[in-house]
């Protein structure tokens, strides 16, 4: 009784740093949030900022402005994107450095790096890569003449500026993704793969019918993890494109690669409606809350046990 | 261009002399990078003067990142700073409930631009500015262009016509150094949407404005601008028009591959810093058929003391001592090369641009900046886009016509 006591106090000794800092910086704010997003709170010392209870009126003009409807259409479209082309290339680098290759070390901890580069000082990176580099490369290179022309930059058109901010969040991403790829990829066990050779399985056979299957837990994962920084996406977003350039959506000029957290951040900091604001980012949590379960309920039919 | 220097200067301690208040800290907040070293260095001696901290933080340059997104979190954590910025009107709504009145200050009788409201005096202003088309002096006359003649959209035409004509001769890439990128915003949408909202009128006639704002939109106004801004556009440099970014635009200008750049006097310290040595000044804008005589000059800017701060005394000294020590005057005019708005003040600024704002000023030819009657909201998320699609050649003058239309429309 008295050991069982002492065990229940380390327990919630050990938890308490945690457990604090959890509930002061995420279950208040969380729930404060929601409570704002129904009252017309502003943060400013206006002389009418009284904070009054609005109902669902922040809810309904958030779905009656353009420029949220076409952040949630973009961002679903870069999602996508960003999803596929993270995976793939993470798998097939994860791939290349559990082969026997060479240096697989050094390769391994050159493209994890980049996941330590912060967002923002990576998105100027790209921005000077795309808006000033590649020109050069054009007026270095004659046969590369077309980068040069002002039309062809990256940035300038919105289909493009898109794909930029796919290229950077996998640049950025994939190194993280294929991580675990390896870890899992290593936890398969060899003797599968030298029954396989003995039956006279090929490479491509091997890794259709046990690489996949058996790492299928980390495809949870990494699916997972990828959804949720892509439809979050924030900094890559302010730093490289801004927003920017701007597209036309129902008949209402507006920024072409606004991705939702951007929209959210403009409502509330530059349209100053930080109550509208909140209410898109709850409708933003509840939207991410059930896609995700969706897709860890699907990937996780299909892993296996052994 | 990371431009968000958010830095602090903390002098614990400090000798002690003399001054109305001793070792009080205040933190002041401000959005003009380009003179916060010059700040932090003029806090530092203030410091060893009075006694008191003075803390500056800096935020701007990008309208991604702005002062008053700054400020509302900062107000939402309680930590407000004790002096900050307000740019007119639409700020001041934004903060009435804290901004203190300043009336009785002795720096008020030096100045005839304070910011005031119902008779009361509230805000001190940062410094005159003023913009109009920046031109390098030395190749308008190789061309033989006559900087005087510019003051009407067709002198302007035949102007950039002629030099578009000279590219190689001049050795520039494009006659006219405009940036309309998505962090461009405030070139666009704030300073040149200004030559709709002021060019030709008197100064402080908000007649335009308030039309716009009841949604009347004056169509021969509206459409003799939109020439101007397809004339801007088609000469301008399209890799900077589309994504270049302030130091692009600028710097475009300052090595001499433009010969006009649309931007104020503040650019005087960029220019210095790229060694540019060529002769330049201020052109009116050419936005109306007719002539407009007169660039575009006010004080843009004010320091508000924030009436719920702890150390209210210290802030107005920081202020005070800003006017009428010589140490605060060497840092507004010297260090900063800002042009004061203090009668008192006697020297002047180096900067080639902001010495030609202070002769238009002295001649009387000024026009108002009335952009600041519209909302942050309306300038950044609503016109920006408009001139980034007209800029980027997705729409053309007529559409961009209907669409500035349309959003006065929604504005009623």
Known sequence: ?306 | MVMTALTSLVFAGGNNEAGTSKGATITLMQNKPEIDGALKDYAKIWNEKTGNTAVVKSVGGSSSITLGQQLKADYAAGDMPDIFIIAGIEDYKEWEGIILDLSNEKWVKETSVAFTKDGKVYGFPVAVEGWGMAYNADMLSKAGIDPASLDNYEAYRSAFEKLDSMKDKLGIDSVVSMAAGPEMGWVTAHHNFNSLLSNGLPYGDMSVVNQLLKGQVDMKRLNEYADWVELLFKYADKAILTTGNYDAQVGAFATQKAAFLHQGNWVDPNIKAANATFKMAFAPHGSMHTATDGIFVAAPSFYVINSESKNIEAAKQFLNDMVFTQEGQDFMVNKAGMIPAYSNVKLNPAGQLSKSVQQWAAEGKVYSWNQYNFTGDFRDLTLAPIYNQFANGSIDKAKFIELMKKAFEGLK
């Open chain 1, 1 to 306: 009784m008295n050991k069982q006591r002492k065990t229940n106090l380390i327990f919630w000794l050990f938890l308490a740093p945690v457990l604090f800092t959890f509930i002061m910086v995420i279950v208040i704010p969380f729930f404060m949030g929601i409570f704002y997003s129904f009252t017309n709170w502003s943060s400013s010392a206006r002389a009418d900022s009284t904070l009054q209870f609005v109902g669902l009126a922040n809810f309904k003009n958030s779905f009656q402005d353009p420029s949220f409807i076409y952040s949630f259409i973009i961002t679903s479209l870069y999602t996508v994107l960003n999803v596929l082309f993270i995976n793939a290339v993470a798998l097939i680098l994860a791939l290349v450095v559990t082969s026997r290759l060479k240096l697989k070390n050094i390769y391994r901890v050159g493209f994890f790096i980049p996941n330590l580069i912060g967002g923002l000082v990576l998105g100027y990176i790209w921005q000077f890569i795309f808006n000033n580099a590649i020109p050069a490369l054009g007026n270095i290179i004659p046969v590369l003449d077309f980068l040069s022309n002002p039309d062809n930059l990256v940035l300038s058109k919105v289909g493009s500026s898109v794909t930029a901010l796919v290229i950077v969040g996998t640049w950025q991403y994939a190194g993280y993704i294929m991580m675990i790829y390896v870890a899992a990829i290593e936890g398969v066990p060899e003797s599968l793969f030298e029954a396989a050779t003995i039956d006279g399985a090929n490479e491509f056979q091997k890794f259709k019918n046990i690489t996949v299957p058996m790492v299928a837990q980390a495809f949870t994962i990494t699916m997972f993890l990828t959804l949720v920084q892509s439809f979050k996406q924030f900094d890559v977003n302010v730093s490289l494109t801004a927003g920017g350039p701007s597209a036309i959506f129902r008949g209402t000029p507006l920024f072409g690669t606004e991705l939702l957290s951007l929209n959210i951040y403009n409502t509330a900091f530059v349209k100053n409606m930080l109550a509208e604001g909140q209410a898109r980012a709850v409708v933003f949590f509840v939207v991410l809350v059930v896609i995700s379960v969706i897709q860890v309920s699907i990937n996780k039919k299909k892993e296996v046990e052994l």
